[in-house]
């Protein structure tokens, strides 16, 4: 806090004089000393207006909103310089207006101030001002910027139902007490740029038009945001264009950090911010990029149902406690790169429309991943959750990591490389046709030739590597029948729906998956071909598929085995 230079010498005002000076319109009083309430020096010059009967003492009067409007204390209706006054007693400027500059830079105010109601049509001006008791801003009204840099308020302060229609700065100020600024309306930027509260703070409820700006501030205790709103200027159509950011980089949370339910329309930043306790972003919204990396997280850091629109990165972020992500919502990208893991980290139920997770070697921690769904990832991601799972000795969750593992790397083969061709029309009605994205056109064929893109095929039609049962039976089925067709091509068989015809039916289609009668011939409906309608090559897609059919039969068993401890 700077201090007031020492050349500079306050004289005394005696009531007499100020009531003189505001009668004659002259509303310089800086470097003042003030011994009495300014009020009532209002109050006498309304009352000797208006022939009111003032027999009754001024202090009982009830100040209220509704006698506010009612009756307007005072206007100021050129500038008003109050810059370096001291006022001994109450400072009570309750209701007054402004109409000009209001300037109280450098002023010492006592233990009780008010500008409750206040109106500020000019520029305000507290700056390095001090406040050692009680201030009230409550429903204040600022038309024009309000500069409260470097401002000291000792104890409580509040701005609650405050409206600043330009720039509010904050920049440096410090908050002994507790600060309430709920409710409060930033139509502009918003800046408490290394600002300290050393009490409680409360934003809950407030809104911020435009940047909102917390780099470097410090939260001693609880700091409230809950239900806060920021960069609502971002969902105007005639400001799309510009970058609205709530940035909290570098701030320092020292108690509980509260966002419950508090909607980001723009980008939002806590890079390098410190969570000493509890940090609750329960149903946060963020609809632009979102930035924690290299965050430090000492206690639990709660995202439940939290919504994050844009991109979202976590990038070395260091979590001491629980983190929750139970519910959430990720519709860009979510990075989580090379992160310090302890306690857990819970995805229960969590949508990611594309996943960068690592951790760190010196992580400790239990990955929770019920219900995760996960668009696109790469394969390393899904080796990390497998591996993690399995040593939690949560096999089920483990075999289903294995599977996306397996799929990330079957579409990676089977992606379009770009292939060269020569620019014949062959080329060219290729291009037009991946213009209306026919999938079968961006595979790379070449991936037909490769041996382990049949085998993985393979396990992912018949069983999704060892996750589906239900997809093992279905896949052994569809093998077995198309057996029997090629079966029936080489025995020029038809069947009808007659009893003995479905019999004959059946009898042979269970043989198909009776390997013994690969080598036994004693029933009447042993696998025999005719000769007459015999064909070599309808005979060895029969036995290829008779073998998928077993192979079939096989997975489904290995599917069932997923269950077991």
Known sequence: MNETPEHIERTKITAEQFEKQLLAGDYD??????????????????????????????????????????????????????????????????????????????????EFTDFIGAKFSGYADFSEAEFPGYA????????????????????????????????????????????????????????????????????????????????????????DFSGAKFSINADSADLKERIFIANFSNAEFSGNANFNGAKFSGNAYFVGA?????????????????????????????????????????????????????????????????????????LENTNINYLDFSYSPESNFTLITDGLKIKKAYRSVYTLFKKKLHEQQDYIESKRFHAL?????????????????????????????????????????????????????????????????ARGIVFTIVAASVSMFFLSRCNNWHFDYSRKGVEFFLSYFSNIFNIASLFSKDNDYSIQFSEEHYSIGLHILFLIFRILTYYGIYQTIAAFRKYKM
């Open 136 to 223: 009230y801003f409550s429903g204040a009204k600022f038309s024009e910027s309000a500069n409260f840099n470097r401002a000291e308020f000792s104890g409580y302060v509040y701005f609650n139902g405050a409206e600043f229609s330009r720039f509010a700065r904050f920049n440096r100020a410090e908050f002994l007490g507790n600060a309430n600024l709920s409710g409060v309306k930033f139509s502009e930027y918003a800046y408490f740029i290394g600002a300290k509260f050393s009490g409680e703070a409360y934003f809950s409820g407030a809104e911020f038009s435009g940047n909102a700006d917390f780099i470097e501030a410090k939260f001693s205790g609880f700091a």
């Open 274 to 346: 410190e969570f000493l306790g509890y940090a609750n972003f329960i149903g946060a919204e963020f609809s632009g990029d979102t930035g924690f990396h290299y965050a430090k997280f000492s206690g639990n850091a709660d995202f439940d149902g939290a919504e994050f629109s844009g991109n979202a990165d976590f990038g070395e972020a260091e979590f001491s406690g629980g983190v929750y992500f139970s519910g959430a919502k990720f519709s860009g990208n979510a990075i989580f790169g090379n992160m310090v893991l302890n306690v857990f980290f819970a």
């Open 405 to 469: 593992e397996m799929n990330a790397e079957w579409e990676y083969i089977t992606e379009d490389k770009e292939l060269k061709f020569g620019e014949n029309w062959i080329e060219k009605l290729k291009k037009r046709i991946k213009k209306i994205n026919w999938k079968f056109w961006n595979w790379n064929y070449s991936s037909l030739l490769r041996l382990d893109w049949w085998l993985i095929s393979l396990n992912r039609i018949s069983n999704n590597h060892g996750t589906s049962w």
């Open 29 to 110: 009083f800086s470097n003042r000393i003030f011994e009495f309430n300014p009020r009532d020096i209002f109050a006498k010059i309304y009352f000797d207006k208006t022939g009111k009967n003032r027999d009754d003492e001024y202090e009982e009067i009830d100040y209220n909103e509704n006698w506010l409007k009612e009756h307007p204390i005072f206007i100021f209706d050129e500038d008003a310089d109050f810059s370096n006054v001291k006022f001994s007693g109450r400072a009570n400027f309750k209701g007054a207006e402004f109409s000009g500059e209001a300037v109280f830079m450098g002023a010492k105010f006592s």
